[in-house]
């Protein structure tokens, strides 16, 4: 079984849609939870983090329930632009900086 | 600011070949990271240096060393490469190391082995 598991997609979705995102993970002792954006054949660029009470940055909310070991990502009124991948992020336990990643999931808007 | 930077951005050795990727970063930060990404497996760590001085495995360190030359930079060394080593090398880097912090990534280094 993969640490970090998401289904790869793609998502293919017209401009406007909302679309949701959800990846589980492993670790019980995982502190910290993130999701990056990675464009085509670019670097991974933090999205955001995910906290246990649920955060949003503008059309992006994110999810994590501990319990069931699962974090989300909703992205609404979908752009042309959020077209990337998006990587489910973990760490590997107590308080360290050393992160699992997901293999990431595939979205493609289309006018 | 530059960021994080890596040279070269391509490279192409025959197996059984050494090369040392390079990495600097001028965030003044205290930890630095080097991933490797292959198709379908996403980023894994190969080593990591929580502050200067020190280094750790990550979950591939095998066929790999690294140096933290100073606080800037943090070079990967394939001493004798493999076909299994062809992939995409990025590095990071980050404030303190600990859970929540943000990590950096350079622009990558796309490592062929023949």
């Known amino acids: 079984r993969k640490e970090v598991e998401q289904d790869p997609g793609p998502f293919n979705v017209p401009e406007g849609a909302t679309v949701a995102f959800n990846c589980t993970y492993s670790?019980?002792?995982?502190?910290?939870f993130f999701w990056y954006r990675q464009d085509c054949r670019k670097e991974p660029k933090l999205l955001m983090s995910v906290y246990s009470s649920g955060n949003e940055d503008g059309r992006f909310t994110a999810q994590l329930n501990r319990a069931s070991q699962y974090i989300s990502l909703l992205i609404r009124d979908s752009k042309l632009s959020d077209s990337a991948t998006y990587l489910c992020v973990v760490n590997m336990g107590s308080n360290t900086g050393k992160l699992i990643f997901g293999q990431g999931t595939t979205l493609q808007v289309k006018p | 600011n530059a960021g994080v930077t890596q040279t070269p951005k391509f490279q192409v050795l025959k197996t059984g070949q050494s090369m040392t990727l390079q990495c600097a970063q001028d965030?003044?930060?205290?930890?630095m990271y080097w991933y490797r990404q292959d198709p379908g497996m996403g980023l894994r760590l190969i080593y990591y240096s929580a502050s200067e001085g020190t280094t750790d495995k990550g979950e591939v360190p095998n066929g790999y060393n690294v140096s933290r030359l100073n606080k800037r930079e943090f070079s990967l060394r394939l001493e004798s490469a493999a076909p299994s080593q062809t992939s995409v090398y990025f590095c990071?880097?980050?404030?303190?190391?600990?859970?929540?912090?943000?990590?950096?990534f350079g622009p990558g280094t796309r490592l062929t082995v023949l």
């Open positions: 670790n019980s002792a995982s502190q910290s």
């Open positions: 990071a880097s980050s404030d303190t190391g600990r859970a929540w912090d943000e990590q950096f």
């Open positions: 965030m003044n930060h205290n930890s």
